[in-house]
């Protein structure tokens, strides 16, 4: 059974770097593709981006100059890093495996890692 | 960008039909992908393609797509089916987009 689970410090300054980890079991990176998603306190669900096992990236345009996703595959871990954060980052992150590059569905998630950005 | 819109609520009386619609432009043409999400859990898959259900999906979770709308169809709504409800499309320029999301009260 897949499971993915998010972990990362709770609190990040503003003007700071958010760096978040996916662990990854029951799975093989090579397969799928693999995403990160967030939710504002009170809002909808957001796309931040995906990685491939090789290397390949695609972001969300509203975030793509602060975002960075990578992945070690001898750790079964991908990584998100979000530069220069603010107020408006303050989320719950989620991670999900995406079916594919385009066109498709995010199943499963992980269980979400409550990120808030605040001195 | 594209944009996908749905009603910010619906309620439903336990056993009746709940009908959470999605707008977008020209969405007929795209696959539309639907997530329940609820309190304090992370969401779940419950349409992809437009019609298919995930293995272990109930069979009162069904979904349609034509014109400029989706339309996720809860049959014989109970209880334990109360959450937000989004949906989500591949757009060739915006990427991976989820519409604003509806609240599902079971009354």
């Known amino acids: 059974q897949v499971q993915l689970l998010e972990s990362g410090p709770g609190l990040v300054k503003p003007s700071e770097t958010l760096s978040l980890t996916c662990a990854l079991s029951?799975?093989?990176?090579?397969?799928?593709?693999w995403s990160w998603i967030r939710q504002p306190p009170g809002k909808g669900l957001q796309w931040i981006g995906y990685i491939y096992y090789s290397g390949d990236t695609s972001y969300n345009p509203s975030l793509e100059s602060r975002v960075t996703i990578s992945v070690d595959t001898s750790k079964n871990q991908f990584s998100l890093k979000m530069t220069s954060v603010t107020a408006a980052d303050t989320a719950v992150y989620y991670c999900?495996?995406?079916?594919?590059?385009?066109?498709?569905?995010?199943?499963?998630w992980g269980q979400g890692i409550l990120v808030n950005v605040s001195s | 960008s594209y944009e996908l819109t749905q009603p910010p609520s619906v309620s439903v009386s336990p056993g009746q039909t709940a009908t959470i619609t999605c707008s977008g432009d020209k969405l007929e043409k795209k696959y539309a992908y639907w997530y329940q999400h609820k309190p304090g859990q992370s969401p779940v898959l419950v349409v992809y393609?437009?019609?298919k259900r995930p293995s272990g999906i109930p069979e009162r979770f069904s979904g349609s797509n034509s014109g400029n709308t989706a339309t996720l169809t809860i049959s014989g709504t109970q209880a334990l089916d109360e959450a937000d409800y989004y949906c989500?499309?591949?757009?060739?320029?915006?990427?991976?987009?989820f519409g604003t999301g509806t609240r599902v009260t079971v009354l």
């Open positions: 029951g799975d093989s990176f090579r397969s799928y593709y």
């Open positions: 999900a495996r995406l079916g594919g590059r385009s066109d498709s569905w995010f199943d499963p």
């Open positions: 989500q499309v591949w757009d060739s320029s915006t990427l991976y987009v």
């Open positions: 393609q437009d019609t």
